[in-house]
């Protein structure tokens, strides 16, 4: 981050702690988030450790808790499969432990029914007549959004 005149900013770790505070009540974040912020901020080696340590001791940064927020809300709002929840994680850095309880605290009801209603809406916006071509469209659309290949042609047979 650079400050109005063009040099690095660079905060003393009193300050980085203070800010780094501040950037996990705003929303829940990674480590791998806050590492690199503080590393944006100037902090370095041992300071930027000590600094996570505070964060994670003061309950500020936990991992498991950010996993589990990250995969409801991008369930519940966005409509995210499993699958694409997964990668979201994995590029934030969440170890794969504590990404697979994330993953398996998303309930298998509501996870089957919002398929379903996403297959409903698509299929009704889809203008293709061709039957094949048809349910192609809706089985790609729906790996996009990240569900799991079985569990779409499990819901499509059963529409």
Same mark, same amino acid.
């Given at each position: 981050?650079?400050?109005?005149?063009?040099?690095?900013?660079?905060?003393?770790k009193k300050q980085a702690l203070a800010k780094a505070e501040s950037f996990c009540v705003y929303q829940e974040r990674s480590q791998k988030e806050v590492r690199y912020k503080l590393v944006e901020w100037g902090i370095r080696g041992d300071e930027l450790e000590e600094?996570?340590?505070?964060?994670?001791?003061?309950?500020?940064?936990?991992?498991?808790?950010?996993?589990?927020s990250y995969a409801s809300g991008k369930f519940n709002i966005k409509?995210?499969?499993?699958? @694409?929840? /997964?990668?979201?994680? +994995?590029? *934030?850095g &969440?170890?794969?432990?504590?990404l697979q309880k994330a993953l398996y605290s998303l309930d298998d009801e509501d996870y089957?029914?919002?398929?379903?209603?996403?297959?409903?809406?698509?299929?009704?916006?889809?203008?293709? @007549?061709? /039957?094949?071509?048809? +349910?192609? *469209?809706? &089985?790609?659309?729906?790996q996009g959004k990240g569900f799991e290949r079985d569990l779409i042609y499990e819901v499509l047979k059963t529409d």
């Amino acid at each position: 981050m650079k400050s109005g005149n063009g040099e690095p900013r660079i905060l003393d770790k009193k300050q980085a702690l203070a800010k780094a505070e501040s950037f996990c009540v705003y929303q829940e974040r990674s480590q791998k988030e806050v590492r690199y912020k503080l590393v944006e901020w100037g902090i370095r080696g041992d300071e930027l450790e000590e600094i996570l340590s505070d964060l994670i001791v003061n309950n500020f940064l936990n991992e498991e808790r950010f996993a589990k927020s990250y995969a409801s809300g991008k369930f519940n709002i966005k409509k995210w499969g499993r699958i @694409k929840i /997964k990668q979201g994680l +994995k590029l *934030k850095g &969440v170890p794969d432990r504590i990404l697979q309880k994330a993953l398996y605290s998303l309930d298998d009801e509501d996870y089957e029914q919002t398929l379903r209603q996403l297959a409903i809406k698509k299929e009704e916006s889809l203008t293709e @007549k061709d /039957k094949i071509k048809r +349910k192609y *469209k809706l &089985v790609t659309y729906l790996q996009g959004k990240g569900f799991e290949r079985d569990l779409i042609y499990e819901v499509l047979k059963t529409d």
